[in-house]
């Protein structure tokens, strides 16, 4: 276990503005890991940071971490108009991770928050506590991923079929989520191929999850369509800080032209998403542990 020292020596480095944004990242997830409250006192302090890309992170990592002492925190960003969206919607999310039914009255009340990625997220964070509430026996297996999903997989269905429910436009986000957590637990090639259709979707924050998706799947054959959505400019960039974070997760050589491409991006989002995820390849060939810890995700 480590000591308050030990950890007050990561959080430092966290919330120091002074230090490359890939070491603020990899002293995050090393929180993360060890988690408690001084840790979490920590991630909490660094909210007050210029760069929408590290607060939506640290977001999803107090989410991941299902520690009800994030609450406080996670409210006040979700509360904070004054946050990019980006930041709000991870905290919306992070809230139904955590999974505590407390915090049902807040979320229902953003169901309604003008901005639509954050209004959709908060939807999906009531009907994940509706499902924890009603027992969530359906989908409960942990993920092969290690992550707190947003929705629970779908049954067992045929790819076929499944892919019919995430293309959907007219079904509830919630179900199309589930549909897309369980191709993603197939793992296949046309699993992975349908999950990357799902990049033409209407919903922006869809979108957004599925790069998300396709990032921890780390298939080859979805690096054209998620290089394709980092190509393009008029994409909303949260979705193309997600395809940036992915192609750096699947790591293979033809990602690395497209990521240093975009590293000198006009949009602060996707230019820090090229570093960190250049980082993360890095770190990943070179095996080293805060990446090789489980830690593959950086995105939300």
């Known amino acids: 276990m480590a000591s308050v020292e030990q950890v007050s020596a990561v959080g430092e480095l966290l919330v120091d503005p002074k230090q490359e944004l890939a070491q603020r990242f990899r002293a995050l997830f090393t929180l993360r890991n060890i988690g408690g409250a001084e840790a979490i006192g920590w991630i909490s302090r660094a909210f007050?940071?210029?760069?929408?890309?590290?607060?939506?992170?640290?977001?999803?990592?107090?989410?991941?971490?299902?520690?009800?002492?994030?609450?406080?925190?996670?409210?006040?960003?979700?509360?904070?108009?004054?946050?990019?969206?980006?930041v709000r919607h991870e905290a919306g999310e992070a809230l139904g991770a955590i999974g505590e039914l407390s915090v049902m009255e807040l979320l229902q009340e953003y169901c309604h928050d003008p901005v639509i990625e954050v209004a959709e997220t908060c939807q999906l964070a009531v009907a994940r506590l509706?499902?924890?509430?009603?027992?969530?026996?359906?989908?409960?297996?942990?993920?092969?991923?290690?992550?707190?999903?947003?929705?629970?997989?779908?049954?067992?269905?045929?790819?076929?079929?499944?892919r019919r429910v995430l293309l959907d436009d007219s079904l509830p986000l919630f179900q199309r989520y589930r549909a897309m957590f369980a191709l993603r637990n197939l793992g296949t090639e046309e699993a992975a191929l349908a999950l990357a259709d799902g990049l033409q979707c209407s919903s922006a924050l869809f979108r957004h999850e599925i790069g998300y998706v396709?990032?921890?799947?780390?298939?080859?054959?979805?690096?054209?369509?998620?290089?394709?959505?980092?190509?393009?400019?008029?994409e909303s960039p949260m979705?193309?800080?997600?395809?940036?974070?992915?192609?750096?997760?699947?790591?293979?050589?033809?990602?690395?032209?497209?990521?240093?491409?975009?590293?000198?991006?006009?949009?602060?989002?996707?230019?820090?998403?090229?570093?960190?995820?250049?980082?993360?390849?890095?770190?990943?060939?070179?095996e080293e542990f805060q990446y090789a810890d489980g830690l593959v995700r950086l995105q939300g």
């Open 48 to 86: 007050s940071d210029e760069s929408a890309l590290l607060k939506h992170e640290l977001a999803y990592c107090l989410g991941q971490m299902q520690d009800s002492r994030a609450i406080p925190t996670l409210t006040a960003v979700l509360k904070d108009v004054q946050q990019d969206p980006m």
């Open 130 to 162: 509706q499902w924890l509430q009603s027992g969530g026996e359906e989908g409960k297996e942990a993920s092969p991923y290690s992550s707190v999903d947003p929705a629970p997989p779908a049954p067992l269905q045929s790819p076929l079929e499944l």
């Open 214 to 234: 396709l990032g921890q799947l780390q298939h080859p054959a979805t690096v054209p369509a998620l290089s394709a959505a980092l190509e393009r400019t008029d």
């Open 239 to 286: 979705v193309r800080h997600e395809a940036a974070e992915a192609l750096g997760s699947i790591g293979h050589s033809e990602c690395v032209g497209v990521l240093q491409k975009h590293q000198t991006d006009a949009e602060r989002v996707v230019k820090e998403s090229c570093v960190v995820a250049l980082d993360m390849l890095h770190y990943e060939n070179s």
